[in-house]
């Protein structure tokens, strides 16, 4: 399936950017009449017919619409502090994107060695992963914040969970543990996106040097849970990306659990 995004939907009319109309007029040869996919961002894809097919702002005519495609019953936010080479960051973005990610929100902390990360091309990114994995939604890429704001700007109604190296005085758990303590995390109840009332989850990554004493200290004060991602030692965005396959896989599992006690 080729997907195609677009910003500009107006009742049954889309419109694509210069970009989406030359790839799908120019590259792909899509001609007035075809049938394509468009898909919002927002977790909704649109079967349409391509109305005009001008390579720098094709049209097209919404046939039908599926809600929720290629979304996933949770609302999960990475935080992670940007790594000193960006490719690094970039490579998580993607894929923790095909795997099943709501906001990648970078964060700068005490320890960073980088402390200033542009957003624009990351959000290229996301859109063309998002586009190849076939998800109607992209994620968000927040703009960056120090650490300490951005553990005081999480509600308390979601799940916050720190990782870090060290052990304090908390102890630190099994992210896994920690997930399958929380089975409501795979039961969505709300609009027809499945969107909107999502459990919500936050996971925090530290940059190369870990989080600061300071830093996990406040975060353990404002009901965050000190966890772990097993006995290696991972690098900052295998850190995040593992962050990411936990609460994918520990959602498969709960919903295979689920079919199985239905089925009984």
């Not at 898909?39 to 649109?46: C, E, P, V």
Request: include cysteine; glycine fraction near 8%; proline fraction near 5%.
């Amino acid at each position: 399936m080729e997907l195609f995004y677009s910003a500009d939907i107006d009742g049954d009319l889309v419109r694509l950017d210069q970009d989406e109309s030359g790839h799908c007029v120019r590259v792909l040869r899509h001609r007035t009449g075809d049938e394509v996919s468009v898909i919002d961002g927002r977790g909704n894809l649109y079967t349409c017919r391509l109305l005009d097919a001008d390579p720098r702002s094709a049209t097209a005519r919404i046939e039908s619409r599926t809600p929720g495609f290629g979304t996933h019953p949770y609302n999960l936010c990475i935080a992670v502090c940007p790594t000193k080479n960006t490719d690094r960051i970039e490579w998580f973005a993607e894929k923790a994107t095909e795997i099943g990610v709501d906001t990648i929100a970078p964060v700068i902390g005490d320890h960073s060695e980088r402390k200033v990360f542009k957003t624009d091309r990351i959000k290229r990114l996301v859109l063309s992963a998002a586009k190849q994995s076939l998800k109607g939604a992209v994620p968000e890429i927040a703009e960056p914040v120090s650490v300490k704001e951005f553990i005081e700007g999480v509600p308390d109604d979601t799940l916050k969970l720190i990782c870090y190296c060290f052990e304090g005085e908390e102890r630190r758990v099994s992210i896994m543990d920690v997930l399958a303590s929380c089975p409501a995390l795979c039961s969505v109840k709300g609009d027809s996106s499945g969107l909107a009332a999502a459990p919500g989850i936050a996971v925090l990554i530290g940059p190369e040097g870990d989080f600061s004493a300071s830093e996990v200290s406040l975060a353990l004060s404002r009901g965050w849970r000190p966890v772990h991602l097993g006995p290696s030692r991972l690098r900052t965005e295998t850190a995040a990306l593992t962050a990411v396959t936990a609460v994918y896989l520990h959602n498969l599992i709960s919903l295979r659990q689920k079919v199985g006690v239905l089925s009984k």
